[in-house]
């Protein structure tokens, strides 16, 4: 069965520091990826998504995410943290393809100190 | 993109009464979705609402429990019924266009 493991419940990163946030996937084909921000009491924001292609892939807010295959992985980066980046962050992978059915992990709550 | 609105955005209901959740989508789309969210945790699926047809739940979910209705390609609803304190969640509904776009959530809690 498809899943997806974010192994970090929470990160606390400085505010200009690097951020790495980890995601691992199990699905047997190629797996439509996601990253979603959710701040407090707000909705799901997409912040970037793999179908295919290039595996960097740029999103939004200044985050980008490598997939890479041989390790089932699809981390989450981004090379300067603001203090409006402090929320939970979902990775999701899409149940056979392209349905809309995801599968989301844990999330990660990242606090940013000042 | 696509713009869905759901409401109420969050309720206070007594145990035992029911709960119906409204999801409008600004487009039509095929699929939609309702996920639950309880307190500190992620999203688990509840079902998939195709217009025209039954829903189908994830395990774990029962239509008697969730009902679900689909009317048309721009709306459906979510019941709760009989609630209990352990339905207090954040429920979201989703439709799929080429990615997932989400609702604001309805937060709801059972007193």
């Known amino acids: 069965a498809q899943s997806v493991t974010q192994p970090d419940i929470h990160i606390t990163v400085s505010e200009g520091a690097s951020l790495e946030l980890r995601c691992n996937y199990s699905?047997?084909?190629?797996?439509?990826l996601f990253w979603y921000v959710q701040s407090p009491g707000q909705g799901l924001q997409l912040l970037l998504k793999?179908?295919?292609?290039?595996?960097l892939v740029q999103g939004i807010k200044g985050f980008e995410a490598e997939f890479k295959r041989s390790q089932s992985s699809f981390n989450l980066r981004k090379p300067s943290v603001h203090w409006s980046d402090a929320a939970e962050y979902f990775c999701?992978?899409?149940?056979?393809?392209?349905?809309?059915?995801?599968?989301f992990g844990q999330g990660t709550t990242l606090q940013v100190k000042p | 993109s696509a713009v869905i609105s759901q409401k109420p955005s969050r309720d206070i209901c007594q145990r035992g009464t029911s709960l119906t959740i409204q999801c409008q989508v600004d487009?039509?789309?095929?699929?939609m979705f309702w996920y639950r969210q309880q307190p500190g945790q992620s999203l688990t699926l509840i079902a998939t609402?195709?217009?025209?047809?039954?829903?189908?739940?994830e395990s774990g979910f029962v239509i008697d429990k969730f009902p679900i209705s689909r009317p048309n390609l721009t709306f459906s609803t979510l019941t709760v019924s009989n609630m209990s304190p352990e339905d207090s969640s954040i429920y979201l509904c989703?439709?799929?266009?080429?990615?997932?776009?989400f609702g604001q959530g309805t937060r709801l809690t059972v007193v």
């Open positions: 989703s439709a799929w266009f080429t990615e997932a776009f």
């Open positions: 699905y047997g084909a190629t797996p439509y």
């Open positions: 793999y179908f295919s292609g290039d595996t």
């Open positions: 999701a992978v899409a149940v056979s393809g392209n349905t809309g059915k995801l599968i």
């Open positions: 487009s039509q789309v095929t699929m």
């Open positions: 609402a195709n217009q025209g047809s039954e829903a189908t739940y």
